[in-house]
């Protein structure tokens, strides 16, 4: 004979929520996505828009004849020098970091981690005047520097310096947490079936890492190519020789005369991010269809 009374858990299975007790009101939610929305278009589309009309606004020729200037050339070929050695370094850097931290447990593990983040929470002009005090002419090293003829500050060894201290968070912080996630199962078995250390590193632990790496990889090239805070100090601003590709851009944008060329030149690095944008969607679609438990 049933009870009165019915069972905790068959009272949990009767009861459907209403949608009304969990869902925000039409209009709240409209609301809310017309003002990011608003946010976008004002801060990021708005913004990229003035930046190709007023490049392209003289035409397709004039536009092209701005990258003719060999100071141009200069500044765009020492980014993409900046580039091609500081992420390399920071690749390498980032890896062997993330796997330190997230494998082992060491004393100084927390120094070593907080000092990974130190690049975030320092400007990018105090890094660059770190590094004046360190090499410049009257700092710690800049006396035997200059007896050695070795010049390091207002030269590209500089900038790449600067670069690589902004920037080589970015990889060691993708991989971190996903690395962290993964734990040593894996490993641990490889290595019980006779794997050697490169093999479980090349085969084991790259596959299941590839995506956040190239993510991280992406984050730093942007960053590397775009970092005017570090660079402006330690290059000098010598054009045609120490120049990057946003301090070049500064240097145009303020003569009316080339006006034009300076959102000529700021285009580039608009593409560059619309790619990096473009770039971190596939790998996040891609890892979503190689990881479907990991979705959200």
């Given at each position: ?123 990018p002009v105090i890094s660059g005047l770190m590094y ?142 619309l790619i990096t944008m473009a770039l971190k969607s ?15």
């Amino acid at each position: 004979m049933a009870g009165p009374t019915t069972s905790l858990a068959q009272r949990s299975r009767t009861f459907v929520p209403s949608r009304r007790a969990v869902a925000e009101p039409a209009w709240v939610r409209r609301s809310l996505i017309g003002l990011a929305l608003l946010f976008l278009f004002i801060f990021l589309i708005l913004p990229l828009i003035v930046v190709f009309t007023e490049a392209l606004g003289q035409g397709m020729g004039a536009y092209f004849n701005s990258f003719s200037d060999p100071n141009t050339w200069a500044a765009i070929k020492l980014t993409l020098l900046t580039a091609v050695i500081a992420v390399p370094l920071n690749t390498i850097f980032g890896v062997a970091a993330a796997w330190c931290l997230a494998k082992y447990q060491f004393p100084g593990r927390s120094l070593l981690l907080t000092l990974v983040d130190l690049p975030f929470a320092v400007s990018p002009v105090i890094s660059g005047l770190m590094y004046v005090l360190i090499f410049g002419r009257q700092g710690w090293l800049g006396p035997w520097l200059f007896d050695h003829d070795i010049r390091i500050i207002f030269a590209v060894p500089g900038i790449v310096l600067a670069t690589v201290f902004v920037t080589f968070p970015f990889v060691a912080r993708e991989l971190i947490p996903l690395m962290e996630g993964q734990g040593n199962d894996e490993e641990y078995a490889a290595l019980t079936l006779g794997a050697s250390g490169w093999q479980t590193f090349w085969r084991v632990t790259v596959p299941n890492i590839k995506w956040g790496l190239f993510y991280g990889v992406i984050l730093c090239n942007a960053r590397a190519m775009g970092e005017f805070g570090a660079v402006s100090v330690v290059s000098g601003h010598f054009a045609g020789k120490t120049m990057t590709l946003p301090l070049h851009i500064e240097l145009l944008y303020q003569s009316p005369e080339s006006y034009a060329a300076a959102f000529a030149c700021a285009s580039l690095l608009s593409m560059l991010a619309l790619i990096t944008m473009a770039l971190k969607s596939f790998i996040e679609w891609r890892h979503a269809r190689a990881n479907p438990d990991e979705a959200v």
